[in-house]
């Protein structure tokens, strides 16, 4: 069955940011340590550029899951931030729950660490309850391809869909004309090729 086009909206949308740990991050192989790292804060960087609500989690961090990511904590210093004491599925947690819902929000980006896991368990419970969910693949990671493509299976299976942080940010966009300077620096800032297409759409010609 075919499943209707349902386009991300910036005014409906949260994002959920789930377990990036310092000891976590050590166990994914199923992408590239340092892109992982980029496609993380590319995320975060996205919910910020688009004022998107954000919520951060953490299991059981005095563990050797570890702390949260530094970075995160810094982009969004004010935002709630949940450390679990041990549930594995942050959708157990009453306070996560609560901070979701408090957005007010429908459509939940999600990311995390490990995919099968940290992702799809708060997923799939939130498309019980109701939610859009978009899982963000590059953003999410695990221990190699076969755990990854079985997670990835399992959620859209129950009709989350899958992106990319690259393709929602221009989903959310949706039209170049409401800000070139502005989504082109995100692209920039974490894609190396775009930030060459984007200097030499600035750099002004000279004369002949």
């Known amino acids: 069955m075919t499943t209707p086009y349902t386009r991300l909206d910036k005014e ?12 976590l991050l050590s166990l994914v192989r199923d992408i590239d340590p ?13 919910a910020k550029y688009f004022d ?4 951060l989690t953490t299991s059981f961090e005095d563990g050797p899951n570890g ?5 995160l904590k810094e982009i969004f210093p004010d935002a709630p931030y949940i ?3 041990g549930q594995i599925n942050a959708w157990d947690n009453e306070d996560f729950v609560k901070a979701v819902k408090a957005t007010g929000k429908k459509q939940l980006i999600i990311a995390g ?20 969910v978009f899982v963000v693949t590059d953003a999410s990671g695990t221990f190699n391809p076969i755990t990854r493509d079985a997670a990835w299976n399992r959620m859209s299976s129950a009709g989350a869909q899958l992106v990319t942080w690259f393709g929602a940010a221009c989903e959310l966009h949706r ?26 759409y600035s750099t002004v010609p000279l004369d002949s």
Not at 12 to 23: C, I, K, T
Request: aromatic share 8%; glycine share 4%.
């Open 12 to 23: 409906n949308a949260a994002v959920l940011m789930v377990d990036h740990q310092a000891g």
């Open 34 to 46: 340092d892109k992982f790292k980029n496609n993380v804060l590319a995320l975060a960087d996205m």
């Open 52 to 55: 998107l609500p954000t919520i």
């Open 67 to 71: 702390p949260l990511v530094p970075e």
């Open 83 to 85: 450390a679990r004491p």
């Open 113 to 132: 660490v490990v995919t099968e896991v940290c992702v799809s368990f708060p997923a799939l419970s939130a498309i019980e309850e109701g939610f859009e």
């Open 175 to 200: 039209d170049w004309r409401n800000d070139i300077e502005g989504l082109g620096a995100l692209f920039s800032n974490h894609i190396p090729d775009y930030r060459n297409l984007i200097t030499s």
